[in-house]
């Protein structure tokens, strides 16, 4: 079994011998976008070789692909993306007027 993985796909399928999770192949587009949210970089990977050896479905394909994306921008974070021009990001505020003025949050105004 592969490590974080909530839905059973083992090393077996990585190889594309068999489907990635449980009823894989009559998933929608939908429900695979869905179920890879929880999944590791390695899983998602998976998945994504599984179906462009089976199945091939430009959608799946896409949301798959997007879903690795996003796992690597994850791992890196937003403050280490530069921004335009290669500059650095801002500063994030370290907190708004909203945020300490809540109702309910013990502090007085």
């Known amino acids: 079994m592969v490590r974080g993985d909530p839905e059973g796909m083992t ?10 999770m449980p009823d894989y192949d009559a998933l929608s587009v939908g429900d695979i976008a869905h179920r890879a949210r929880s999944l590791s970089t390695a899983d998602v990977e998976g998945l994504l070789r599984y179906e462009r050896a089976h199945a091939a479905r430009t959608p799946v394909l896409k949301v798959l692909s997007a879903r690795i994306a996003q796992l690597g921008e994850d791992d890196s974070g937003p403050s280490a993306r530069p ?15 909203q945020q300490r003025d ?7 105004p």
């Not at 090393?11 to 990635?20: C, E, F, H, N, V």
């Not at 021009?85 to 994030?92: L, M, S, T």
């Not at 809540?102 to 007085?108: C, I, L, T």
Request: zero cysteines; aromatic letters at 0%.
């Open 11 to 20: 090393d077996q399928t990585s190889s594309g011998r068999r489907p990635p």
């Open 102 to 108: 809540r109702p309910g949050d013990g502090r007085r």
């Open 83 to 97: 921004g335009p021009a290669g500059e650095p990001p801002p500063p994030q505020p370290r907190g708004s007027s």
